[in-house]
T-cell receptor, first 110, second 113 residues
Framework: GENVEQHPSTLSVQEGDSAVIKCTYS??????FPWYKQELGKGPQLIID?????GEKKDQRIAVTLNKTAKHFSLHITETQPEDSAVYFC?????????FGKGTSLLVTP | DADVTQTPRNRITKTGKRIMLECSQT?????MYWYRQDPGLGLRLIYY???????NKGEISDGYSVSRQAQAKFSLSLESAIPNQTALYFC????????????FGSGTRLTVV
């Protein structure tokens, strides 16, 4: 089945700096790549997604890039703020359901 | 009210007991999923359902069963709970399956002692 690798597992940045989280996937048939943010005590929430016919997508301080040839995609957060601190999950579609990476715990320090 | 409601929010149960986790949704979505979250392991798919008559096993279905009572309700059962089923369980819904984003519930924290 689809294997989604996510790195790093933990990331600490200073407020205002950028954060990058990277994922790779194994199934070349995957065509949908969402990113989720999970705050403490809550369920994951979709923050941005990209489909295989697009190379990059941006929403304010958040952007996602996709390289289909290399089978990897990345989440970029610019001008980080303390409220960006959370666990972030990437995912890739596997036929009828999503397969998730193991998560990145992001800490933004003031 | 939340779009996806999970009950209970927390549960402690004993080894060997049967327990049911419930999920209901007001999104009107046909597709529902159960995932398990463990520290360092991310979210792993247990079961998913595309309609009342369509139930499918995920990657870690052993020891679990599900029931899709209606479009809006999808329950997960542990027939005989064991300690390594201690985890955070999430229900999710989607409109078109693996081609759009999921809406997750707030989770059920289950502890098996």
């Amino acid at each position: 089945g689809e294997n989604v690798e996510q790195h790093p597992s933990t990331l600490s940045v200073q407020e205002g700096d950028s954060a990058v989280i990277k994922c790779t996937y194994s199934d070349s048939a995957s065509n949908y790549f969402p990113w989720y943010k999970q705050e403490l005590g809550k369920g994951p929430q979709l923050i941005i997604d990209i489909r295989s016919n697009v190379g990059e997508k941006k929403d304010q301080r958040i952007a996602v890039t996709l390289n289909k040839t290399a089978k990897h995609f990345s989440l970029h957060i610019t001008e980080t703020q303390p409220e960006d601190s959370a666990v972030y999950f990437c995912a890739a579609s596997i036929q009828r359901a999503l397969n998730f990476g193991k998560g990145t715990s992001l800490l933004v320090t003031p | 009210d939340a779009d996806v409601t999970q009950t209970p929010r927390n549960r402690i149960t004993k080894t060997g007991k049967r327990i049911m986790l419930e999920c209901s949704q007001t999104k009107g979505h046909d597709r529902m999923y159960w995932y398990r979250q463990d520290p360092g392991l991310g979210l792993r798919l247990i079961y998913y359902s595309f309609d009342v008559k369509d139930i499918n096993k995920g990657e870690i279905s052993d020891g679990y069963s599900v029931s899709r009572q209606a479009q809006a309700k999808f329950s997960l059962s542990l027939e005989s709970a064991i300690p390594n089923q201690t985890a955070l369980y999430f229900c999710a819904t989607s409109e078109t399956g693996a081609r759009d984003g999921y809406t997750f519930g707030s989770g059920t924290r289950l502890t098996v002692v």
